[in-house]
């Protein structure tokens, strides 16, 4: 069974980089049938895209994030990252690493990590 | 970018009554284009349609989709006690691929 697992800081200074890692177990990041995603959620609102990646580097990202946002694989730790840089409060959500299907579709999602954005 | 709205934003129903989303576009957009997802509170969100008729794994077929262009609908035949919960459609047609702002099917 396919898990994902987000890591990283809960609280991030105003101006400071995010930085999460999704641990991926019971399958492989480097599958020619997968790309990787990052969607996000703010406390009580809806869901944004932030950007899927390939294990390769194939990268795409929400063009309203895309002078921030980076995501980079670890194919040796079987994980991949997303970076968001110069973070204000509206940065503030639930960060979730997703399994993206050929298809497009999210089959799988992390329990989801809240990352709060506050001096 | 295409956004979508769902409506209404809450329904509230009795457990066996069927219950009608609606996902409507900004542009049109092909319905295989389109899924839907369910998220209890506390938890990610989960896939339950995707295309034009695809259910996820283990998804009961009380659950069925219809509509064409910018109007799209999720049905659920007979709510279930675990069918309450939010519900988000998202578009992956083109890029940046968004998602509704959710309705919220709770018990009445």
């Known amino acids: 069974q396919l898990q994902l697992q987000e890591s990283g800081p809960g609280l991030v200074k105003p101006s400071e980089t995010l930085s999460l890692t999704c641990s991926v177990s019971g399958g492989s990041i480097t ?54 840089t110069s973070v204000t409060a509206a940065d503030t959500a639930v960060y979730y690493c997703a399994r993206r299907t050929s298809g497009s579709t ?10 709060t954005v506050s001096s | 970018e295409i956004v979508l709205t769902q409506s209404p934003g809450t329904l509230s129903l009795s457990p066996g009554e069927r219950v009608t989303l609606s996902c409507r576009a900004s542009q049109t ?17 989960s896939l339950i349609i995707y295309g034009a008729s695809g259910r996820a794994t283990g998804i009961p077929d009380r659950f069925s989709v219809s509509g064409s262009g910018t109007d799209f609908t999720l049905t659920i035949s007979r709510l279930e006690p675990e069918d309450f919960a939010v519900y988000y459609c998202q578009q992956f047609g083109s890029s940046p691929r968004t998602f ?9």
Do not use: C, H
């Open chain 1, 31 to 84: 599958s020619a049938y997968y790309y990787w995603g990052w969607i996000r959620q703010p406390p009580g609102k809806g869901l944004d895209w932030i950007g899927d990646m390939f294990y390769s580097g194939i990268t795409y990202y929400n063009p309203s994030l895309k002078s921030r946002v980076s995501m980079a694989v670890d194919t040796s730790n079987n994980q991949f990252s997303l970076k968001l």
């Open chain 2, 29 to 45: 957009f092909s319905s295989k284009y389109l899924a839907w997802y369910q998220q209890k509170p506390g938890q990610a969100p």
């Open chain 2, 100 to 108: 509704g702002q959710g309705t919220k099917v709770e018990i009445k």
């Open chain 1, 106 to 115: 999210y089959d799988y999602w992390g329990q989801g990590t809240l990352v």
